[in-house]
């Protein structure tokens, strides 16, 4: 079955910085991937989307890039906010068309 | 507009007792999803609900677990017998269309904890 790896650790950064966080997988190969952001106490928030034919896509401040050799997205917070913190998710389509899997993900703390 | 919603948004409950967990879709969205979120893990996959299609289960852990969607809105997530590994936050989504390329809308979720 699939399996989704998100960084283990939080991110803990200064404002201003580039976040980067990675989202790895294995046993598939998805035609997409999204990002979601999480806040406490919330259901996660639809951020982007990146096919496996796109290597790079862009949302404000927000990148994602996909690598479909390297089986792995990265998604970067450029000039990063105190705002921006949060919980990020990443999640591949499933073995159908409608399912999607997620990863556990990747707590991120921006200091002001 | 109004996003989806759940209730309650805490419920707990003790061992052994049965519990109804709601979710209202965005209005129009025909496809439903039910996850399960324990602490530290991904979400989890229950069910899937699309129209008047036989809803995809394969996600529910046991068969204490049940959920229904009357009239193509609503729709209840009915746990039996609870158990104390039960204890997580349901989350329900809905989107507009049942490709997963379309946007899931999530609701706050329910945080239920069994004593």
């Known amino acids: 079955s699939q399996k989704i790896e998100q960084n283990s650790e939080a991110l803990n950064i200064q404002e201003g910085k580039t976040a980067t966080l990675t989202c790895n997988y294995t046993n598939y190969s998805p035609a997409y991937l999204q990002w979601y952001r999480q806040d406490p106490g919330r259901g996660p928030v639809f951020l982007l989307l990146i096919r496996e034919n796109e290597k790079e896509k862009r949302k404000e401040r927000l990148k994602v890039t996909f690598d479909t050799t390297l089986k792995q997205s990265l998604f970067h917070i450029t000039a990063s906010q105190p705002a921006d913190s949060a919980t990020y998710l990443c999640?591949?389509?499933?073995?159908?068309?409608?399912?999607?899997?997620f990863g556990a993900g990747t707590t991120v703390t921006v200091r002001a | 507009g109004a996003g989806v919603s759940q209730s309650p948004s805490n419920k707990v409950t003790e061992k052994g007792k049965d519990v109804e967990l709601r979710c209202d879709p965005i209005s129009g969205h025909t496809a439903l999803y039910w996850y399960r979120q324990s602490l530290g893990q991904g979400l989890e996959f229950l069910i899937y609900?699309?129209?008047?299609?036989?809803?995809?289960k394969s996600g529910l852990p046991s068969d204490r677990f049940s959920a229904e969607r009357t009239g193509g809105s609503v729709s209840t997530l009915t746990i039996q017998r609870t158990q104390q590994e039960d204890s997580a936050v349901y989350l329900c989504a809905s989107s507009l269309q049942q490709v997963s390329t379309d946007t899931q809308y999530f609701g706050p979720g329910t945080r239920l904890t069994v004593l």
């Open positions: 999640a591949l389509d499933g073995e159908n068309d409608y399912k999607l899997s």
């Open positions: 609900f699309q129209g008047n299609s036989a809803p995809d």
